[in-house]
């Protein structure tokens, strides 16, 4: 048998080593010239332990959980109706709360760079909200178990959408219960045009919010007019139901902005919608620059909501300001401040509110509350509103009120419960303890119970127990506990001094009476 001979000629071995060369320069430069670090090595994150059952929950051990729970909302799962348990505490800052906080999983925090799992969270835009959409909402029931979400960090920067929900979940319509998170949250100055909620728990709710609490710092400092902001401990806007919950968190923001809800709304699909039962907020929530939205402890504004047996202990300031509520337009029932409510050192624009309870209290009710904070006002203060619209009864102040020193406005009126009682409102069954002090300004209204009132308003079987004092170079002092008002007394008087300019109206019931 004959054997085929292959002969490999000097031109091939040449072809073949230019090759090889080749091969060896190219990878060369990709290694110079290519950054690896945008390069996914995709590791899949794993699915949760558990079936998601109340006997059997999806467990969520890890931070890479939240990740993949965001990832999973995100993409259009809701999880009605199914279980999550958090089994322990989880410090974005700690490598221990990862199971492999160096591995890679993409871009998680959009900021065009892939870096280490614990990196993306922690810098650039960081965590991802669960459920960051109206189209994508968490509609599950997640248990805390009284563990801490530690270090969540949230940069709102997105430029491309017009709609943003930030929080540890976004737009919740499912239960969350018996979770801390700690955390700071900021908004990037520069956007416009866009719609931004921010709760440390959740953006917006639907659904239940329960024993939660919330510490850290929120930032949304923010002057385009263009945009609206809603901003808060546990939750932007709610609709559904907060019980039990408490925040610590300081707020600064140049729109609506409280300690536990910015806005509270009633839907008639949502059963027990607007409900907000036994919270309490701890932390300084301060308004950025003057402007004309509510700043509170407790509700920024409150549209037909039920707020009850809850309290601040927080400092408040802004110009229009309350310890419970900014404006309420539903109940406020057994409530109770403590902290500081002051309308910031500003030129004042003849609008400003500031009560212990409520700045302005419109068609609603205040029932069995209680206000022991200082209440600082430019043109309408009150231990209990700084203006009535609608119904106050059996409530007590025992704070002093004063005017916000070297401002000087058009109208003041200070009252130890109410600094205006306008026409058809009632102030009812209620005392004031808390001293009324006034520096000389244009016109000042003082009272013991209220600044001013009008025709056709109702105040009946109030007691005032507080010093007075005001200046001006025109005094006009008001004794009057029957012809205005109906079974009210003193057990206090006051004190009235002249100076160079000015008109005050001073009396032991109300300052002042004016047809309206």
Do not use: W
Request: aromatic fraction near 6%.
């Amino acid at each position: 048998m004959k054997r085929k001979r292959i002969s490999i000629s000097v031109f091939q071995i040449f072809i073949t080593i230019l090759i090889i060369i080749a091969i060896v320069i190219i990878v060369m430069f990709i290694k110079k010239n290519v950054n690896f670090s945008n390069i996914v090595i995709s590791k899949e994150l794993e699915d949760f332990t558990g079936s998601g059952t109340i006997d059997d929950p999806y467990k969520v051990e890890k931070i890479e959980d939240l990740i993949k729970l965001s990832e999973n909302v995100k993409s259009g799962k809701t999880y009605n109706n199914q279980y999550f348990e958090l089994t322990n505490k989880l410090d974005f800052q700690e490598d221990s709360s990862y199971n492999s906080p160096n591995s890679k999983y993409g871009d998680i925090n959009d900021d065009g760079k892939v870096e280490s799992i614990k990196t993306e969270l922690t810098t650039g835009n960081g965590f991802p909200t669960i459920g960051n959409s109206e189209e994508h909402p968490f509609e599950g029931i997640f248990k805390g178990n009284d563990k801490t979400i530690k270090n969540l960090s949230i940069n709102v920067s997105n430029e491309d959408d017009e709609y943003i929900l930030a929080g540890l979940f976004g737009n919740n319509k499912g239960k969350i219960y018996n979770i801390k998170v700690i955390g700071n949250i900021t908004v990037n100055d520069n956007l416009e045009n866009k719609k931004i909620y921010i709760g440390m728990i959740t953006a917006k709710n639907e659904g239940l919010v329960q024993a939660c609490g919330a510490e850290g710092e929120i930032n949304a400092i923010h002057n385009a007019t263009n945009n609206i902001i809603e901003v808060a401990g546990i939750t932007a806007e709610n609709a559904g139901k907060v019980v039990d919950s408490v925040s610590n968190v300081a707020v600064t923001a140049s729109q609506l902005k409280a300690g536990i809800v910015a806005k509270n709304t009633v839907s008639e699909a949502i059963e027990d919608s607007g409900e907000i039962i036994n919270c309490t907020n701890g932390g300084s929530i301060k308004e950025a620059t003057g402007s004309d939205y509510y700043t509170a402890g407790v509700v920024a504004e409150n549209q037909q909501g039920n707020i009850t047996s809850c309290n601040n202990n927080g400092t408040v300031d802004g110009r229009k300001v309350g310890g419970i509520a900014g404006l309420s337009t539903g109940y406020i029932v057994a409530c109770q401040n403590t902290g500081s409510i002051s309308n910031i050192k500003e030129d004042s624009n003849d609008n400003e509110v500031a009560g212990g309870i409520v700045g302005i209290l419109d068609t609603a009710i205040i029932e069995n509350c209680k206000n022991t904070g200082n209440v600082y006002g430019t043109t309408s203060a009150g231990g209990i509103a700084g203006e009535n619209k609608g119904t106050i009864s059996q409530s007590k102040n025992e704070g002093n009120i004063s005017k916000v020193a070297g401002v000087i406005g058009k109208t003041v009126n200070l009252g130890g419960l109410v600094g205006k009682n306008s026409p058809t409102a009632k102030l009812i069954n209620s005392k004031n303890y808390g001293g009324v002090n006034s520096e000389t300004d244009t016109v000042v209204n003082l009272g013991g119970i209220s600044g001013i009132i009008y025709n056709n308003s109702i105040v009946e079987l109030c007691e005032n127990n507080g010093g007075l004092n005001g200046s001006a170079k025109v005094i006009t002092p008001n004794e009057d506990i029957s012809i205005h008002c109906n079974s009210c007394t003193s057990n206090n008087g006051g004190n009235a001094e002249t100076a160079d300019f000015g008109e005050l109206n001073i009396g032991i019931i109300y300052g002042k009476f004016e047809e309206k």
